[in-house]
Nanobody
Framework: QVQLIESGGGLVQAGGSLRLSCAAS????????VGWFRQAPGKEREFVAS???????????YYADSVKDRFIISRDSAKNTVYLQMNSLEPEDTAVYFC?????????????????????WGQGTQVTVSS
């Protein structure tokens, strides 16, 4: 089983940056991809970005249109950690950010953008962007 712990959230002004971390422990060798999702008050949890993490994968990345060109997802395999660098933050980015992992391998990237793909979730970290 894999455990995930997010960190790096906080309060930032619009236009600022934050970097979130998702540290994995346990059976990390079984993880094939890690995704970031977010949930704002009163809204559904939505996909933000994901990256394949298995040793044989090329670190393929996927992004929601709303964050493309502003957010960057990356991995550090030696530290079992996935990062989400968030730049040019907007008040609309305010949400609780969750990382999630899946051990399943899928044939195309659309699967790694779907919430139902992921079976392990962290507790979340709050990101608040003030205007």
């Amino acid at each position: 089983q894999v455990q995930l712990i997010e960190s790096g959230g906080g309060l930032v002004q619009a236009g600022g940056s934050l970097r979130l971390s998702c540290a994995a422990s346990g059976r990390t060798f079984t993880t094939h991809a890690v995704g970031w999702f977010r949930q704002a008050p009163g809204k559904e949890r939505e996909f933000v970005a994901s990256i394949t993490t298995s040793s044989r994968s090329a670190g393929r990345t996927y992004y929601a249109d709303s964050v493309k060109d502003r957010f960057i997802i990356s991995r550090d395999s030696a530290k079992n950690t996935v990062y989400l660098q968030m730049n040019s933050l907007e008040p609309e980015d305010t949400a609780v950010y969750f990382c999630a992992a899946t051990s399943l391998k899928y044939p195309n990237g659309a699967y790694y953008m779907a919430r139902r793909t992921y079976d392990t979730w962290g507790q979340g970290t709050q990101v608040t962007v003030s205007s």
